[in-house]
């Protein structure tokens, strides 16, 4: 009996040194310093990618930081912004976006509605993206290859390119592309994709695997062309957004406290189980890689389970839209207008004020939110490992 009394305590303390392992060894390192991002995902990350190839966000995108459209679905900035803002670095530029783009600190290949299976369908046939994860992987490729022609000035680009100075500022160095911090931000769409397909939850969760296969070998194409640290995002509650809340009905009794849609979110934990799992794996596969696994997940769903508490009006019912109870319509999307007497009217309308609201437009998270979530997730806390932001180019065995 009297053994027996101390093997709590000593368990306990045993816990908590394992706990603060890491802790203890990131307290002797310095902290990153990434000289460029490089960013691979979907409208949660999209700063300008589908606005250039099928027209901009019009307003009122943009209102509340940017003062006009800029290129996000959002009334400011986005997660990947205020990564940058971090490491002192410009805002990302959409790699396909030809207009005041810089490409020095780095390059963004999400566009909007991307997903990281091909859909094969059209934007207008299903609101997918065309620009999937493989395609995004075929863009920063090539973009790796050509920029370092333009550098050494050689092949075509000696006559392209007479003003070569002019050219290397808006393009990284050779050496930044291994010491880029390398962001993901996918897979909510191939989870909604199936749905509105009018696929059951098993068969979504049927193919979810295959998924992470696919953005499990992006991670691995990228590491061999010499990236090492990897910021990945799981996928959030999309039973709790809108645009998913009005397109499936769903029982009275799969609907939680929260408001939130549960056969949906459960296939959301589903997919981030696996996507962990992945990243666990690609550690021993990828011995020089640091790769931090983010669980965005649990702190969206704080901000709609109590978004008084974390400083919130509204959570699920949307800012920006017409109508509904959600102030969603599928028909008319936040910004849409109409010819009235021969002047545009706009019957998508914003609130007042974007920064009580959790939803920004009934598929996207208003500035505000966006804010909050990479704040919580800067620190680590929501981390595996549990590093910070600002240590993630540090491996933690």
Known sequence: MGSRSFSPPITI???????????????????????AIFNFGDSNSDTGGLSAVFGQAGPPH??????????????????????????????????????????SHGANFATAG???????????????????????WNEFYDFHRR?????????????????????????????????????????????????????????VKAYVPEVVTQLQNVIRYIYGLGGRYFWIHNTGPVGCLPYVLER?????????????????????????????QA???????????????????????????????HGFKQSIRNCCGRGGRYNYNINVGCG????????????????????????WDGVHFTQAANKFIFQQTAGGEYSDPPIPLNMACHRIE
């Open 279 to 309: 990243v666990v794996q690609l550690r021993k596969d990828l011995p020089s890689a640091a790769l931090t696994y983010v669980d965005v997940y649990s702190i969206k769903y704080a901000l709609f389970h109590q978004p008084q508490k």
């Open 336 to 359: 849409q207008t109409k010819m009235e007497h021969g002047k545009q009217e706009l019957l998508g309308k914003p609130c007042d004020d974007p920064s009580g609201y959790v939803v």
């Open 13 to 35: 303390l045993v816990l908590v040194l394992l706990n603060f392992t890491p802790c203890l060894a990131l307290a002797k390192t310095s902290q990153c310093k990434f000289p």
């Open 248 to 276: 499936i009905p769903v029982l009275a009794s799969q609907v939680d406290e929260a408001g939130c849609a549960t056969p949906f979110n459960d296939v959301a934990k589903y997919f981030n189980s696996q996507l962990k």
């Open 147 to 203: 920029s370092q022609i333009v550098r050494n000035h050689s092949g075509a680009y000696q006559k392209l390119l007479p003003d070569l100075d002019a050219a290397l500022k808006r393009l990284p160095k050779a050496e930044d592309f291994p010491n880029a911090l390398y962001t993901f931000d996918i897979g909510q769409n191939d989870l909604t994709a199936g749905y509105f397909a009018n696929m059951t939850t098993d068969q």
């Open 62 to 103: 943009g209102m509340s930081f940017f003062g006009g459209p800029a290129g996000r679905y959002c009334d400011g900035r986005l997660i990947v912004d205020f990564i940058a803002e971090a490491f002192g670095l410009p805002y990302v530029s959409a790699y396909l976006d030809s207009i005041g783009s810089d490409f």
């Open 114 to 136: 991307s997903t990281v299976r091909p859909q094969n369908t059209t934007l207008r046939e299903s609101g997918f993206s065309p620009i999937s994860l493989d395609v995004q």
